[in-house]
């Protein structure tokens, strides 16, 4: 039996920032509605001013302010109406003193114009109107550029679009962008026991809940799953397997089989396929400490503990963060939910340890408790809201103290 | 000009309510893996208790917990080896008096052992253990349902399913689900100004940036866009292209076309093309006031301002809140963000008002700061990570308070 060299977490991720940094996913161009959750390469830079035209902000009457000192309720000033600003044309329109011109919300201000009133503060007498609130300076009016200015980046480079986003480059006239392409993904679930999950369970059998757990999770991070496979623990075909897996993906993911235990294959396999193989054995992380990590042709293999939720939490803090940070480079991280710790726990394990936590509202606070249960993976699957994490420095988690939770989409 | 009859947002919500409380989407059975984001239509119940058998959390053996009483390092309890639980099948073997049978870590226990021993504890001589370590009764076990009790409601109906939930049901061996399909959703542009986002501008004209937004926007929340146009402000072409969306979309989405302004049509025509035509027209929500409610042969038609950043906050108020909790019958809310208030805001409009902010994270705190701009709708839409509310009831928002977020995906 070979025993575990447990690395740090951080040290984990800087061997795979090391191995893979220059790990080259090609790029993409695609519509722009189907970019959300993809990683962009480019800088986004406007091409023009926003708005390329001086636009007024309300309904109203353009005019030159000076044309409306002191005027008031009691004592209007008296401006004539000499056209009208039409939505989606051009005017040339050269304001002279005492004149107005009608302009829609969002409709281009004469140039020589300085403020617009708003339609509330005047009254229309025919082809005159009288204005009863004196109109400041560029009062009501957006300038050239004062949205965009041309050349100025918009979206930095390497964000992980999001639904807002999409406005944005609308608005821009970008409707084609340049992506990362997802990552190719393999899944390989190992163990005698598993069988595919519409099986009526014979006695011992367990179904294979984690090919669909990471599934889900890699879709949702931007990846696209390739390969799939389940075999039994047999040295020969989880080795075929993971030479498939290895020449289709980018990363493979094999889940099971990494546990010190009897059939404990998946580093032998690893070292066996390549170099430089099996870079770590053991996180400092629980769970999720047996999760091994190989380098084998230049691509990334993770082997993942068995139990579901362990496999899900060694994927979320591994390899999310690698596909995410490394791979494809960016750094837009999730926001993360302050809660209030509803439970009190000890830990002095020397690892980061992680807790699958359920969020209740409680006046207006969100209150936060653990899902427990030793082996309870469909409660803690079904139940969980996010997971929190207390770093190995700390020895526990007080009551009522302020956690982060990271939130299950 | 027709005034604006103004209604709090709570009673438009109330209105939609009555109105479409028995508005029937029709439900489709999808795979499991397709099905993050939908809204199941049945709770999801266990037919089976899980774990099915006793199952052990460690390697180890099973013994009977009194053969090792008083055991300890210097004097340990010695038991013969008599069989191995082999992952994947059953096990019959009845245990005697100091007896141990090897089990691995999700393997089954025999029958009348009532402990597992870790294998750290032991050390193996050929066929015989010794344990240096007392086991107390069921340590290491999961008992028959201790996860899960037969006929037990895992999911509730009704609820929108996310990335964690596609792993419980895996456990329970359903790979497909019966979900309310995507509400059908039509998009009309309306404006002289409106131009395809591709567009070169030409003086006057603005990309038709709310389509998009509004589809971005649509997808996230699980919807479907079957129509789409974009028409100049005629009232003829604007009363087809909503006659014909009516035909085949659940809701129909108007933006511009809402202030009161020149060429405020929609609501006229929501009126002549059925019964009971417009529900509200004005809601107290800033930006977003001009927002226009409507039912037409049983369908529910928006009018939602023009501008991008009013549209968004009126979609993600009134229409997201109508499609998820009306429509869709589900109420698992986005949990929000707390962050500290970067500001000070004195407001008093008799309205619900909404600030898109940004986040900054200083010394682990967020810090919400607004985004302004009186027309700066790029810049909101590429910087804003979310939004907050200051109700009607409330006055400002002081420096350092703490705020809800909602936030952007």
Known sequence: MEMFNVKKRIEVLDILK?????????????DILDSIGRVIVNDIVSKENVPEFRRSTVDGY????????????????????????????????????????????????????????????????????AINKPAAVLENIVGIGDDVKINEIIIERHTKLKTQHIGALAALGINKIQVYQ??????ISTGDEIVPIETDLKIGQIRDINTFSLAAMLNETGCE?????????????????????????????????????????????????GDPGVLVHGIA???????????????????????????????????????NNILLKHNNKDKQIVAKSGFQVHVSSGRDVFYMVKLNEIDGEYIAQPIHGKSGMISLLSKADGYIEIPMEKEGIEKDALLKVNLFR
């Open 18 to 30: 090391n191995e893979f940094e220059n790990f080259e996913i090609k790029s993409e161009i695609i």
């Open 62 to 129: 353009a005019v030159k302010s000076k044309n409306t000192v002191g005027c008031s309720e009691s004592l209007p000033a008296f401006l004539s109406i000499v056209g009208e600003s039409k939505m989606g044309e051009g005017i040339d329109i050269v304001l002279e003193d005492f004149q107005a011109v009608y302009v829609p919300t969002g409709g281009i201000v004469p140039d020589n114009a300085d403020a617009m009133v708003m339609i509330e503060y005047t009254e229309k007498f025919d082809d005159e109107i």
């Open 182 to 187: 997802k990552p190719k993904i393999g899944i």
């Open 225 to 273: 799953i390739v390969y799939k496979d389940r075999i039994k623990d047999d040295f020969k075909l989880i080795k075929k397997s993971l030479e498939k897996a290895i020449d289709l993906c980018d990363v493979v993911l094999i889940s099971g089989g990494s546990s010190v235990g009897n059939h404990d294959m998946t580093p032998e396999i690893i070292n066996k396929i």
């Open 285 to 323: 992380i629980k769970p999720g400490k047996p999760t091994i990590v190989g380098k084998v042709e230049n691509k990334a293999v993770f082997g993942l503990p068995g139990h579901p939720a362990s496999c899900i939490i060694s994927y979320k803090v591994i390899v999310e963060e690698f596909i």
